[in-house]
């Protein structure tokens, strides 16, 4: 696993070499010269200069740091990776070098990735297949492309007019999400993103579960609005974007 925040998951009182050794070592079984020479091929795969192994995680920049983690998840050569926000605690331009990164060992060591992240342009770049949730209610599931086509469900709908742009002729409009957010413990009648939801049909979310809806095989979402009439209001909204 890769964790949002390499601070709080790399001990401070070993060196990045050290963490490497041991988790080859736990993860891969070896010892001896075979563990410095594994040691020494994650640091290169994931750029980790020689040096930098002799120093201890608070001497590192945080790129750094989350590239000694990132080697520490791939010392066991797993098959799936579990990415939770990797790169949300960076910044921007060492942000595309972390997803750089992962696209590039992806391909190399032919590992999957769970990927988790509320920036869909990130999860956009890496995925296959997106999973979109609200409170832990899968809302959506389709192909990285397709939940990118209209229609989608509403909430994912609000999560892409977050997606800056740099399309001056048509900015994005953001599409604001109302009143707080429900209690995971007591989650909202009917569908549970009602109590936000720009597109409410009034009652029939507030006590009806909703349906999943197919938009195309392997393209689901789940809400009472059908596919075509919502495609039909999510085009609208863009034509009248661009009319603008």
């Known amino acids: 696993m890769v964790f949002q925040n ?45 040096q930098h192994l002799e120093a201890k995680p608070t001497e590192l ?25 990797p790169a949300s605690a960076l910044d921007v331009s060492v942000q595309a070098s972390i997803l750089n990164l992962l696209a590039e060992l992806q391909v190399t060591e032919g590992v999957s ?14 995925s296959d297949r997106i999973a979109v949730m609200y409170l832990a209610k899968l809302m959506e599931l389709g192909g990285a492309e ?51 939801c720009h597109r ?3 009652d029939l979310c507030v006590n009806e579960t909703p349906p999943w809806r197919e938009v195309a095989p392997g393209h689901n979402y789940l809400c009472h609005i059908e596919p075509a009439e919502l495609r039909e209001l999510q085009l609208a909204q863009l034509r009248d974007r661009g009319a603008r």
């Open 6 to 50: 390499p601070d709080a998951t790399l001990n401070p009182a070993w060196t990045a070499g050290g963490i490497l050794s041991r988790a080859v070592g736990r993860l891969g079984g070896l010892s001896g010269e075979a563990r410095r020479q594994r040691v020494d091929e994650l640091a290169r795969r994931v750029r980790v200069e020689e």
């Open 61 to 85: 920049s945080g790129g750094q740091k989350q590239r000694v983690a990132i080697a520490r998840a791939f010392a066991g050569k797993p098959a799936l990776v579990v990415c939770d926000e």
């Open 113 to 126: 990735y769970i990927f988790i992240s509320h920036d869909l342009a990130v999860v956009r770049y890496l």
């Open 146 to 196: 397709e939940i990118f086509t209209p229609p989608h469900h509403p909430y994912t709908e609000a999560l892409m007019s977050a997606i800056p742009t740099l399309d001056f002729d048509h900015p994005s409009e953001r599409i604001p999400l109302g009143g707080p957010v429900p209690s995971l413990s007591a989650p909202p009648s009917g569908c549970r993103f009602h109590t936000r």
């Open 200 to 202: 409410f049909l009034g």
